[in-house]
C-alpha cells in the first residue's frame, strides 16, 4: 500500500532536503497605506518649546502661535516614587491637635454660612458671581492644558484663560500631520466620561475658566469617524500621535512631581529647612532633641505656632495674658 509523503509547515535545517517544500499560500490583498510612525519612542532629549502657528481659512492676515511641550510617558523611577510615597506610617495619618481644631472651626464656619447668611436677589447673586470669576481670572491668566495621547506620551501648552473651546480643539489641531488633521476628534476627561465636542451648545461663549479648567487640566483625545486603517491606527496605544515631526522630535522626559514626602529629610535650600523631618548637617543628638521640643509643643500647645497651633495663655508674656 502506497502511502504520499506528508509536507512540513515548519521544518527543521536538516529536514531542508527530506521532504518537498510546501505550496506558497496566496498573498493577502494589498492593503492602503496608513501613515504612521514608529511605535518605539526615541531617546528623550532636554525640554524644547515648539511653536506652531494657526492661519484663519477666512482671513490670512489672522494668525495666532501656539507653545507646544512634548513628554515622554512617566518613567519607572517616578512610580517607584510614587509607590515609596504611598507607603507612609500609621502615625502620619494621626491628626494633630491643631489640625482637628481647624477642622472643627471650619465645619462650625460652613454651617454657620449657610443656615444664618441673609437672602439674595439674583441681582446680587450674579455681581457676587462675576467678583468670583474677576478674582479667579486676575489669580490665574493663564490655563496649562495637557492632551494625554493612547501610547501615554503628553502634549503641553499654555492657553489664556479666557479662550474657548474652540481653541483648545484648534491647539491639538495645529500640532497634528497633515494627513490626520481633517479626521474628526473628540476631548474628553475620565472619570466620569465627560465630553467636550467642539460646537456643543452648552458649551458655546465659555471659556475655559469657566468650564474649571483653570489652572491646569488634562484631556484624552479619541479619534472618530468610520472604521478605517486610519482612524484605527492613529487611536491605537502601540503607535506613536499622529503629530508634526517638529514635536516628535521634541520628546523630552517628563520633570519630577515635587516630593511632599514627609521622611525625605534633607532640605533643598536655606527656605525650606526645619520643613521636613531633619535639616542639613544635624546630629543624631540634635534631633532626638528636635523631636522631643516638638512632641512637648504639641501637647501643650497644639503644635505651637510653628506649626499652626495655638500657644497656651498662661505661656504668654503679661499679667492679663489669661483673661479674655
Same mark, same amino acid.
Given at each position: 500500500?502506497? &502511502? *504520499?509523503?506528508? #509536507? ?22 494589498? %492593503? ?21 502657528? $494657526?492661519? $484663519? ?22 512610580? $517607584? ?5 504611598? =507607603? ?5 495619618? %494621626?491628626?494633630?491637635? #491643631? !489640625? ?26 450674579? %455681581? ?30 499654555? /492657553? ?6 474652540? &481653541? ?7 500640532? /497634528? ?17 465627560? !465630553? ?5 451648545? &452648552?458649551?458655546?461663549?465659555?471659556? /475655559?475658566? =469657566? ?36 514635536? /516628535? ?11 511632599? =514626602? ?8 536655606? *527656605? ?11 546630629? @543624631?543628638?540634635?534631633?532626638? +532633641?528636635? *523631636?522631643?521640643? @516638638? ?20 505661656? +504668654?508674656?503679661?499679667? =492679663?495674658?489669661? +483673661?479674655?
Amino acid at each position: 500500500m502506497d &502511502h *504520499e509523503p506528508i #509536507s512540513m509547515a515548519s521544518r527543521l535545517p536538516d529536514d531542508a532536503l527530506s521532504s518537498p517544500s510546501p505550496s506558497p499560500s496566496p498573498s493577502p490583498p494589498p %492593503q492602503p497605506p496608513v501613515a504612521s510612525t514608529s511605535t518605539a519612542h526615541p531617546e528623550p532629549g532636554p525640554a524644547r518649546t515648539i511653536t506652531l502657528t $494657526s492661519v $484663519s481659512p477666512v482671513d490670512p492676515n489672522k494668525r495666532r502661535d501656539f507653545s507646544y511641550r512634548y513628554y515622554a510617558p512617566s518613567s519607572s523611577a517616578l512610580d $517607584s516614587a510614587t509607590r515609596s510615597f504611598l =507607603d507612609l506610617p500609621e502615625s502620619y495619618f %494621626q491628626p494633630l491637635p #491643631s !489640625e482637628i481644631q481647624h477642622a472643627h472651626a471650619s465645619s462650625v464656619k460652613r454651617r454657620e454660612d449657610l443656615v444664618d447668611r441673609p437672602l439674595l436677589t439674583q441681582k446680587l447673586r450674579d %455681581q457676587h458671581q462675576r467678583d468670583h470669576d474677576r478674582d479667579k481670572a486676575r489669580r490665574w491668566p493663564h490655563t496649562r492644558i495637557r492632551i494625554r495621547w493612547p501610547d501615554r506620551t503628553l502634549l503641553e501648552g499654555v /492657553l489664556p484663560s479666557t479662550d474657548k473651546v474652540v &481653541h483648545l480643539y484648534e491647539f491639538v489641531r495645529i500640532a /497634528l500631520r497633515p494627513d490626520a488633521r481633517d479626521v474628526p476628534f473628540v476631548l474628553y476627561q475620565t472619570p466620569p466620561r465627560t !465630553e467636550y465636542r467642539r460646537g456643543a451648545p &452648552h458649551l458655546k461663549g465659555k471659556s /475655559l475658566i =469657566d468650564l474649571d479648567f483653570t489652572p491646569s487640566s488634562a484631556f484624552y483625545i479619541k479619534f472618530e469617524g468610520p472604521d478605517t486603517p486610519l482612524v484605527d491606527a492613529l487611536n491605537d496605544h502601540k503607535r506613536a500621535p499622529p503629530l508634526v515631526d517638529e514635536l /516628535l522630535g521634541a520628546l523630552a522626559e517628563l520633570p519630577a512631581p515635587p516630593t511632599f =514626602d514627609p521622611r525625605d529629610g534633607e532640605a533643598t535650600d536655606g *527656605e525650606g529647612k526645619g520643613k521636613g523631618k531633619g535639616t542639613v548637617g544635624e546630629t @543624631d543628638e540634635e534631633r532626638k +532633641k528636635r *523631636e522631643k521640643e @516638638d512632641k512637648l509643643r504639641r501637647l501643650l500647645g497644639g503644635g505651637g505656632k510653628g506649626r499652626g497651633g495655638v500657644t497656651p495663655s498662661w505661656m +504668654k508674656v503679661g499679667k =492679663d495674658a489669661h +483673661k479674655k
